[in-house]
């Protein structure tokens, strides 16, 4: 079974930046998705960027709020995908999540697409 490990949250001020990872285990598919998403208390659970695992071409996707801040990448070597954030803002607080798809393409954020979940890193930003 795949299993997902966040790390990497923490208390940062407004403009920092914070890399968060998710180690991914047992993820036997050539080919499919992790995405990050977060949840802030009372809002519902939003996709923020997902990128396709096992393209050559695979080319990462983000929602327009983070698009210009957040950058999400992978290390094959490591297992290991990484969303940095940088120009952090108070409205960033949140748990923040990795998820895996059993699809071997990457899918919308809709959180029924996306079968694995990790445990979830806080996040807290300052003003």
């Known amino acids: 079974a795949v299993q997902l490990v966040e790390s990497g949250g923490g208390s940062v001020q407004a403009g920092g930046s914070l890399r968060l990872s998710c180690a991914v285990f047992?993820?036997?598919?050539?080919?499919?998705?992790v995405g990050w998403f977060r949840q802030a208390p009372g809002k519902q659970r939003e996709g923020l960027a997902r990128?396709?695992?096992?393209?050559?071409?695979?080319?990462?996707y983000y929602v327009d709020s983070v698009k210009d801040r957040f950058t999400i990448s992978q290390d094959n070597a490591e297992n290991t995908v990484y969303l940095q954030m940088n120009d952090l803002k108070p409205e960033d607080s949140a748990m923040y999540y990795c998820a895996a798809t059993a699809h071997d393409f990457c899918p919308a954020f809709w959180t029924g697409n996306w079968n694995t979940w990790g445990q979830g890193t806080q996040v807290t930003v300052s003003s």
């Open positions: 047992g993820y036997t598919s050539r080919r499919g998705c």
């Open positions: 990128i396709p695992i096992g393209f050559d071409d695979g080319v990462p």
